[in-house]
Nanobody, 115 residues
């Protein structure tokens, strides 16, 4: 079993910053790809950022330059640093960990950006 626990969400004013964390635990014996999706009300879940087992990163084009994904492999934790936040960044943010063909999800953390 694999568990993912996110933290760091909250309410922030436009232009502010937040740092999300996602700690993975359970039957994890290697470094696996991890990342973040988000889902705004009435919209589909969309990829925010991903980091491979080798440390390569990938971002949604619209978020490049504002969001940064990183990881601490010793802690099985992935982070999402979000800067210059906009009201349209308001969403539930979900982290995931991928082991072979299966993707495990966290419970989500709410990020609300006020104008």
């Amino acid at each position: 079993q694999v568990q993912l626990v996110e933290s760091g969400g909250g309410l922030v004013q436009a232009g502010g910053s937040l740092r999300l964390s996602c700690a993975a635990s359970g039957s994890i014996f290697r470094i696996h790809p991890m990342g973040w999706f988000r889902q705004a009300p009435g919209k589909q879940r969309e990829l925010v950022a991903a980091i491979t087992s080798a440390g390569s990163t990938n971002y949604a084009d619209s978020l490049k330059g504002r969001f940064t994904i990183s990881r601490d492999t010793a802690k099985n934790t992935v982070y999402l640093e979000m800067n210059s936040l906009k009201p349209e960044d308001t969403a539930v943010y979900y982290c995931y960990l991928q082991i072979v063909g299966r993707r495990y999800w966290g419970q989500g953390t709410q990020v609300t950006v006020s104008s």
